[in-house]
């Protein structure tokens, strides 16, 4: 196979998170709580909830492992539909994902929604 | 100078640390420093009566909290922590909890927080699940016979990885954390959900001065997991998976 073992590929170190899922992790639901009720109601602040957090349907999932259990021996078995499934690899779709948590915390995320809904 | 208007406040350091306020806060307002007890409340006035969260606000909240970090031992709160008034933060915040707060300063001084996240590889985990369960290499020749048709034998063939993953994964991130944690003063797992390729995301709290200590163990272990699972970490950060208040019933 192409993949190569590169030593450092393996461990990626940033001295702070920059994804918005990393940033939800460590400040959203962590951190000093004076009283319950101060985050959610005494301003009316719009607080994010679950509903951020990247959730991707086990369907998906499935079919994103079944997709790389058909990349494995795709040199053996070279057909179209293979290298289509190829080329809509996992890593794009849990890119969307994230794009999607992205847009709810933005003014006008309403489209997301809408896409769930008609699921 | 009393703001106008509700505070946010990010974190509470102790006020003989003379600490620099973060260069800029959330809602892009000016942060400043709030005294009493001997503590200092890092604030800044929310503009308006109410606070439309965008991402750069969740990212406006860490940093800040990252730059006192980065002078001295801070206690971060939540994000949108948000109280009343000025005068709000110093009685029910500093003053109220002064004696709590001031215990944690002393207990997380110099504690620093550590992210780490584990996630298998996909193309190597599979592999090696493929080769120990023929069941999944048989399933997956059904689909592909099936062609168009074969859509649920496409789901069967992914529903056994996830179930091969599922079976695998409290133990090696047992391990993994096992390894960490030995270097660490206390751990806080985050859960994980069985269905993805997520080993394990939990945050560790070091001492500042093991930090390389811990970081030498992180490349041990990823290089010995390699190149089935992969690991990211973020840190130093804020202890914020570590501290807490004891909440008035």
Not at chain 1, 12 to 18: D, G, L, V
Not at chain 2, 67 to 92: H, I, Y
């Amino acid at each position: 196979m192409a993949v190569a073992t590169r030593g450092n590929d393996y461990l990626q170190r940033a001295p702070s998170p920059s994804g918005l899922a990393d940033v939800i992790d460590v400040i959203l639901d962590k951190g000093l709580v004076i009283d319950a009720y101060v985050r959610v109601s005494v301003i009316g602040i719009e607080v994010l909830t679950i509903d951020a957090r990247i959730v991707i349907a086990s369907v998906d999932t499935y079919l994103r492992f079944a997709e790389a259990v058909n990349r494995l021996d795709l040199t053996q078995t070279e057909t179209a539909g293979l290298a289509e499934l190829r080329d809509g690899g996992g890593g794009e779709k849990a890119k969307g994902a994230i794009e999607g948590a992205k847009e709810k915390l933005t003014p006008g995320g309403g489209k997301d929604k809408q896409k769930e809904k008609s699921r | 100078m009393t703001g106008e208007g509700p505070i946010y406040v990010y974190g509470v350091v102790s006020s003989g640390a003379d600490v620099a306020p973060p260069t800029s806060g959330v809602a892009d307002a000016a942060t400043r420093l709030v005294e009493s007890n001997g503590l200092a409340a890092v604030v800044s006035t929310v503009p308006g009566d109410r606070l439309r969260v965008r991402r750069r606000d969740l990212m406006a909240h860490l940093h800040a909290l990252e730059e006192v970090s980065a002078q001295t031992t801070v206690l971060p709160f939540r994000f949108g922590t948000v109280l009343p008034s000025e005068a709000d933060v110093e009685r029910e915040l500093l003053q109220a909890r002064a004696e709590e707060l001031h215990e944690l300063l002393e207990r997380f001084a110099d504690a620093v927080q550590v992210n780490v996240k584990a996630t298998y590889d996909e193309t190597e985990v599979v592999r090696e699940l493929v080769s120990s369960n023929p069941e999944i290499a048989r399933a997956r020749e059904r689909a592909k016979k099936l062609g168009d048709a074969g859509y649920y034998e496409n789901i069967r063939v992914g529903e056994l990885v996830a179930g091969g993953l599922a079976a695998r994964r409290a133990a090696d991130a047992e391990r993994l954390q096992g390894s960490l944690a030995a270097l660490a003063s206390d751990v806080a797992a985050d859960p994980v959900d069985d269905g993805g390729l997520l080993v394990m995301k939990t945050s560790f709290l070091v001492d500042r001065s093991g930090l390389e200590g811990f970081d030498a163990e992180l490349e041990a272990v990823a290089a010995r997991e390699a190149p089935v699972i992969r690991f990211e970490s973020f840190g130093p950060l804020p202890p914020a998976a570590f501290v807490s208040l004891g909440q008035e019933s």
